[in-house]
Protein backbone atom coordinates (compact mmCIF):
# COMPACT_ATOMS: atom_id res chain seq x y z
CA UNK A 1 0.00 0.00 0.00
CA UNK A 2 2.96 2.54 0.50
CA UNK A 3 4.25 1.58 -3.19
CA UNK A 4 4.44 4.40 -5.45
CA UNK A 5 4.75 3.01 -9.17
CA UNK A 6 6.56 5.61 -11.66
CA UNK A 7 7.11 4.43 -15.66
CA UNK A 8 8.82 4.42 -18.05
CA UNK A 9 11.68 3.90 -16.32
CA UNK A 10 13.65 6.13 -19.50
CA UNK A 11 12.23 8.06 -22.67
CA UNK A 12 13.96 9.51 -25.67
CA UNK A 13 11.53 12.47 -27.52
CA UNK A 14 12.63 14.60 -30.01
CA UNK A 15 13.05 18.38 -28.98
CA UNK A 16 9.29 19.73 -29.36
CA UNK A 17 7.72 16.53 -28.29
CA UNK A 18 5.50 16.20 -25.25
CA UNK A 19 7.18 13.11 -22.71
CA UNK A 20 4.80 11.69 -20.18
CA UNK A 21 5.73 9.92 -17.04
CA UNK A 22 2.70 8.19 -15.29
CA UNK A 23 2.85 7.14 -11.23
CA UNK A 24 0.47 4.72 -9.72
CA UNK A 25 -0.08 5.01 -6.03
CA UNK A 26 -2.49 2.39 -3.82
CA UNK A 27 -2.54 4.59 -0.58
CA UNK A 28 -5.82 6.64 -0.63
CA UNK A 29 -4.19 8.46 2.19
CA UNK A 30 -2.22 10.23 0.14
CA UNK A 31 -2.76 14.26 -1.02
CA UNK A 32 0.00 15.43 -1.74
CA UNK A 33 1.71 14.18 -5.11
CA UNK A 34 5.23 16.44 -6.00
CA UNK A 35 6.98 15.53 -8.88
CA UNK A 36 10.69 16.60 -8.84
CA UNK A 37 13.75 17.08 -11.19
CA UNK A 38 16.80 15.98 -10.79
CA UNK A 39 20.40 16.60 -13.15
CA UNK A 40 23.48 14.87 -12.71
CA UNK A 41 25.30 15.73 -9.46
CA UNK A 42 22.39 17.48 -8.04
CA UNK A 43 20.09 17.04 -6.04
CA UNK A 44 16.39 16.77 -6.72
CA UNK A 45 14.66 20.05 -7.02
CA UNK A 46 10.54 20.45 -7.05
CA UNK A 47 9.14 20.82 -10.04
CA UNK A 48 5.53 20.81 -9.68
CA UNK A 49 2.89 19.25 -6.88
CA UNK A 50 -0.70 18.73 -6.84
CA UNK A 51 -3.62 18.11 -4.34
CA UNK A 52 -6.30 15.95 -5.12
CA UNK A 53 -8.96 18.81 -5.07
CA UNK A 54 -8.14 19.25 -8.46
CA UNK A 55 -7.55 17.46 -11.35
CA UNK A 56 -4.87 19.50 -13.67
CA UNK A 57 -2.11 21.90 -12.60
CA UNK A 58 -0.15 23.69 -15.18
CA UNK A 59 3.37 25.61 -14.54
CA UNK A 60 4.83 27.22 -17.30
CA UNK A 61 5.71 24.06 -20.06
CA UNK A 62 5.22 21.47 -16.92
CA UNK A 63 1.50 19.61 -16.17
CA UNK A 64 0.44 17.60 -14.07
CA UNK A 65 -2.51 15.56 -14.75
CA UNK A 66 -4.45 13.90 -11.73
CA UNK A 67 -7.47 11.41 -11.66
CA UNK A 68 -8.45 10.25 -7.94
CA UNK A 69 -10.49 7.59 -9.05
CA UNK A 70 -7.58 5.83 -10.84
CA UNK A 71 -4.84 6.60 -8.57
CA UNK A 72 -2.77 7.96 -11.00
CA UNK A 73 -0.54 11.04 -11.64
CA UNK A 74 1.06 12.03 -14.69
CA UNK A 75 3.91 14.97 -15.77
CA UNK A 76 3.36 16.05 -19.05
CA UNK A 77 6.26 18.53 -20.33
CA UNK A 78 4.92 20.66 -23.02
CA UNK A 79 7.38 21.83 -25.89
CA UNK A 80 10.39 19.46 -24.34
CA UNK A 81 13.61 21.36 -24.69
CA UNK A 82 16.91 19.64 -24.75
CA UNK A 83 17.79 21.72 -21.06
CA UNK A 84 14.67 18.79 -19.97
CA UNK A 85 17.19 16.06 -20.04
CA UNK A 86 16.94 14.74 -16.26
CA UNK A 87 15.64 12.23 -13.98
CA UNK A 88 12.05 12.82 -13.09
CA UNK A 89 10.76 11.65 -9.74
CA UNK A 90 6.98 11.46 -8.51
CA UNK A 91 5.89 11.39 -4.88
CA UNK A 92 3.26 10.72 -2.56
CA UNK A 93 2.34 11.68 1.12
CA UNK A 94 -0.46 12.12 3.18
CA UNK A 95 -1.18 15.05 5.41
CA UNK A 96 -2.02 12.89 8.43
CA UNK A 97 -0.56 9.61 9.63
CA UNK A 98 2.57 8.74 7.19
CA UNK A 99 4.98 12.01 6.72
CA UNK A 100 7.27 9.93 4.64
CA UNK A 101 7.41 10.70 1.16
CA UNK A 102 6.73 7.91 -0.88
CA UNK A 103 8.90 8.39 -4.17
CA UNK A 104 8.75 6.68 -7.32
CA UNK A 105 11.92 5.01 -8.58
CA UNK A 106 12.58 7.68 -11.65
CA UNK A 107 12.47 7.77 -15.14
CA UNK A 108 15.55 9.23 -16.87
CA UNK A 109 14.55 11.49 -19.71
CA UNK A 110 16.77 12.45 -22.87
CA UNK A 111 15.43 15.07 -25.21
CA UNK A 112 17.20 15.18 -28.22
CA UNK A 113 17.86 18.40 -30.31
CA UNK B 1 18.82 32.67 0.82
CA UNK B 2 20.73 29.26 1.40
CA UNK B 3 19.58 26.43 0.77
CA UNK B 4 20.00 23.08 2.33
CA UNK B 5 23.90 22.43 2.45
CA UNK B 6 26.20 19.16 2.53
CA UNK B 7 29.50 18.72 3.54
CA UNK B 8 31.56 17.47 2.14
CA UNK B 9 31.02 16.98 -1.57
CA UNK B 10 32.79 14.30 -2.06
CA UNK B 11 34.20 11.20 0.26
CA UNK B 12 36.66 8.62 -0.64
CA UNK B 13 37.92 6.29 2.43
CA UNK B 14 39.04 2.87 3.09
CA UNK B 15 36.97 -0.06 3.69
CA UNK B 16 36.63 -0.38 7.83
CA UNK B 17 36.95 3.56 8.43
CA UNK B 18 34.26 5.47 9.84
CA UNK B 19 32.84 8.48 8.13
CA UNK B 20 30.40 11.43 9.11
CA UNK B 21 28.65 13.43 6.83
CA UNK B 22 27.05 16.83 7.31
CA UNK B 23 24.14 18.30 6.70
CA UNK B 24 22.75 22.27 7.29
CA UNK B 25 19.02 22.72 6.71
CA UNK B 26 17.11 25.80 5.53
CA UNK B 27 16.64 28.21 8.73
CA UNK B 28 13.74 27.49 10.50
CA UNK B 29 12.77 24.36 9.15
CA UNK B 30 11.88 21.70 11.56
CA UNK B 31 11.73 18.49 9.55
CA UNK B 32 15.08 16.93 8.39
CA UNK B 33 15.37 13.56 6.17
CA UNK B 34 17.95 11.79 4.76
CA UNK B 35 17.95 9.48 2.24
CA UNK B 36 20.72 7.33 0.18
CA UNK B 37 20.76 7.62 -3.95
CA UNK B 38 22.73 4.53 -5.74
CA UNK B 39 24.09 5.25 -9.37
CA UNK B 40 21.23 5.83 -11.47
CA UNK B 41 19.06 4.31 -8.84
CA UNK B 42 16.10 6.16 -6.81
CA UNK B 43 15.66 7.49 -3.16
CA UNK B 44 16.35 5.01 -0.28
CA UNK B 45 14.71 6.43 2.84
CA UNK B 46 17.22 6.51 5.70
CA UNK B 47 16.17 8.50 8.95
CA UNK B 48 13.88 11.39 9.64
CA UNK B 49 13.52 14.01 11.91
CA UNK B 50 11.52 16.31 13.52
CA UNK B 51 13.18 18.82 15.76
CA UNK B 52 15.63 17.06 17.32
CA UNK B 53 14.09 14.05 17.90
CA UNK B 54 14.05 10.78 15.17
CA UNK B 55 10.50 9.42 14.99
CA UNK B 56 11.64 7.09 12.23
CA UNK B 57 15.06 5.48 11.93
CA UNK B 58 12.97 2.50 10.21
CA UNK B 59 15.05 3.22 6.81
CA UNK B 60 18.74 2.89 8.29
CA UNK B 61 20.39 -0.07 6.73
CA UNK B 62 22.07 -1.58 10.19
CA UNK B 63 23.11 -0.44 13.29
CA UNK B 64 26.44 0.67 11.71
CA UNK B 65 24.17 3.64 10.32
CA UNK B 66 23.50 6.62 12.80
CA UNK B 67 22.05 10.31 13.21
CA UNK B 68 21.96 12.68 15.04
CA UNK B 69 21.02 16.50 14.84
CA UNK B 70 21.70 19.10 17.87
CA UNK B 71 19.81 22.52 18.13
CA UNK B 72 16.67 21.90 15.75
CA UNK B 73 19.44 22.23 13.18
CA UNK B 74 22.39 20.58 11.91
CA UNK B 75 22.35 16.88 11.76
CA UNK B 76 25.31 14.43 11.39
CA UNK B 77 24.62 10.99 9.55
CA UNK B 78 27.67 8.51 10.71
CA UNK B 79 28.67 5.33 8.84
CA UNK B 80 30.78 3.30 11.10
CA UNK B 81 32.87 0.00 9.42
CA UNK B 82 32.35 1.16 5.96
CA UNK B 83 31.82 -1.14 3.66
CA UNK B 84 31.75 -1.30 0.39
CA UNK B 85 28.24 -1.39 -0.38
CA UNK B 86 27.68 1.77 1.45
CA UNK B 87 29.17 3.48 -1.85
CA UNK B 88 26.34 6.06 -3.05
CA UNK B 89 25.23 10.01 -2.75
CA UNK B 90 23.72 10.61 1.08
CA UNK B 91 21.18 13.29 0.25
CA UNK B 92 19.79 15.61 3.41
CA UNK B 93 16.39 17.48 2.97
CA UNK B 94 14.47 19.58 4.86
CA UNK B 95 10.92 20.89 4.91
CA UNK B 96 9.14 23.28 6.74
CA UNK B 97 7.17 20.96 8.89
CA UNK B 98 6.70 17.76 8.36
CA UNK B 99 4.28 15.75 5.65
CA UNK B 100 3.16 17.43 3.10
CA UNK B 101 5.35 20.42 2.97
CA UNK B 102 8.05 20.46 -0.11
CA UNK B 103 11.36 19.21 1.03
CA UNK B 104 14.24 20.97 -0.49
CA UNK B 105 17.41 19.06 -0.95
CA UNK B 106 20.82 19.82 -0.89
CA UNK B 107 23.35 18.33 -3.66
CA UNK B 108 24.46 15.18 -1.65
CA UNK B 109 27.60 13.74 -0.52
CA UNK B 110 28.86 11.17 -2.97
CA UNK B 111 30.65 8.99 -0.63
CA UNK B 112 32.60 5.83 -2.11
CA UNK B 113 34.27 3.37 -0.35
CA UNK B 114 37.88 1.39 -1.67
Known amino acids: QQQVKQSPQSLIVQKGGIPIINCAYENTAFDYFPWYQQFPGKGPALLIA?????SEKKEGRFTISFNKSAKQFSLHIMDSQPGDSATYFCAATSTSGTYKYIFGTGTRLKVLA | GAGVSQSPSNKVTEKGKDVELRCDPISGHTALYWYRQSLGQGLEFLIYFQGNSAPDKSGLPSDRFSAERTGGSVSTLTIQRTQQEDSAVYLC????????????FGDGTRLSIL
Open chain 1, 50 to 54: IRPDV
Open chain 2, 93 to 104: ASSLTYSNQPQH
